[in-house]
């Protein structure tokens, strides 16, 4: 699968399984968004990986915070392609 230039909403992204999925998809040439609620460690994960990742505080319970954080991510990378 081409994930260069694909843009990736990563929930759970700030930490275990989800930080290694975002830090993969970057290194293969992606953009990610990660959606979690743990917002210093999302920060800072964002932070080191550079203008390729950004991080959205969101609580995936709360189906308006969800929806926020998809419009914020189109804003910034300009589509959504892969979901994890």
Same mark, same amino acid.
């Given at each position: 699968?081409?994930?260069?230039?694909?843009?990736?909403?990563?929930?759970?992204?700030?930490? !275990?399984?989800?930080? &290694?999925?975002?830090?993969?998809?970057?290194?293969?040439?992606?953009?990610?968004? +990660?959606? #979690?609620? $743990?917002?210093?460690? !999302?920060?800072?994960? &964002?932070?080191?990986?550079?203008?390729?990742?950004?991080?959205?505080?969101?609580? +995936?319970? #709360?189906? $308006?915070?969800?929806?926020?954080?998809?419009?914020?991510?189109?804003?910034?990378?300009?589509?959504?392609?892969?979901?994890?």
């Amino acid at each position: 699968m081409e994930i260069k230039d694909s843009v990736a909403v990563v929930t759970g992204g700030a930490s !275990g399984l989800g930080e &290694a999925c975002v830090r993969n998809l970057v290194n293969r040439g992606g953009k990610v968004s +990660i959606f #979690d609620f $743990a917002q210093d460690r !999302g920060e800072k994960v &964002a932070s080191e990986l550079g203008d390729s990742v950004i991080f959205c505080m969101t609580d +995936i319970t #709360d189906e $308006a915070n969800v929806q926020a954080a998809i419009d914020k991510t189109i804003e910034t990378f300009g589509a959504i392609h892969i979901a994890v």
